[in-house]
């Protein structure tokens, strides 16, 4: 008599791709990827419109998971740990390539990007660890407004001499690290579906505006 394992097989590493929210969440590294390599040319409005766009794929994986029947706890799981390394390098680095980028990657900044990496780290294990507030609220400032924010603030470099922009950068990069790892409780915007729909129309504009940038270069 042949005694069957009941244990049921892991599914393949590969399998999790075909997964629609991993697929955005992917798309959304991809985005974060051509971002990294146009800061480091020094091609900055293609850059911001890979960094926004690594925010809307973000959001957008999110919605899909909640709307997607049938998923098991080991997708969401799954999910769930693919989401948060994917964030290190669209909220973390990405925004620390931006500053060393526009500081010519001089040295000096290297203690500014460090704090930011270390906070960004924290932030994302802290809300691993314990998820949203009693009241569904993040503690701290979500990491990625970072990215946000920082696009719109990149929109108005041609003000200033590039020296001092890149300590703008710096300081801006600095401050929100410290709202990252702050007590402050921030509501989830892209559970709203309104909220979706303002990075929507955020993103298309700063697409816009990029890539008719890039046009009067």
């Not at 526009?102 to 000096?108: G, N, Q, V």
Request: proline content about 4%.
């Amino acid at each position: 008599m042949t005694i069957e394992n009941a244990a049921t097989p892991n599914p393949s590493i590969l399998s999790y791709i075909r997964d629609l929210p991993n697929i955005c969440s992917l798309a959304g590294l991809g985005c974060s990827l051509l971002a990294i390599y146009f800061l480091i040319i020094g091609l900055y409005p293609a850059a911001m419109i890979g960094m926004i766009w690594a925010v809307g794929f973000d959001w957008a994986d999110g919605l899909i998971a909640r709307k997607m029947k049938g998923r098991t706890g080991d997708d969401r799981a799954f999910g769930g740990t693919l989401d948060l390394l994917i964030d290190f390098v669209s909220y973390g680095v990405t925004p620390a390539i931006l500053i060393l980028s526009y500081a010519d990657f001089s040295a000096a900044f290297l203690p500014v990007v460090f704090v930011t990496l270390v906070f960004g780290v924290i932030r994302l294990s802290y809300f691993n660890t314990f998820g949203l507030s009693g009241d569904a609220k993040y503690t701290g400032l979500a990491i990625d407004n970072n990215s946000i924010i920082l696009v719109f603030i990149v929109m108005f470099a041609g003000h200033f001499e590039r020296p001092t922009f890149a300590i703008i950068l710096a300081v801006c990069g600095l401050c929100l690290a410290g709202l990252n790892v702050s007590q402050i409780k921030t509501p989830k915007l892209s559970g709203n579906p309104v909220n979706v729909v303002i990075l929507a129309i955020y993103t298309l504009g700063v697409t816009l505006f990029c890539g008719w940038s890039m046009l009067q270069a």
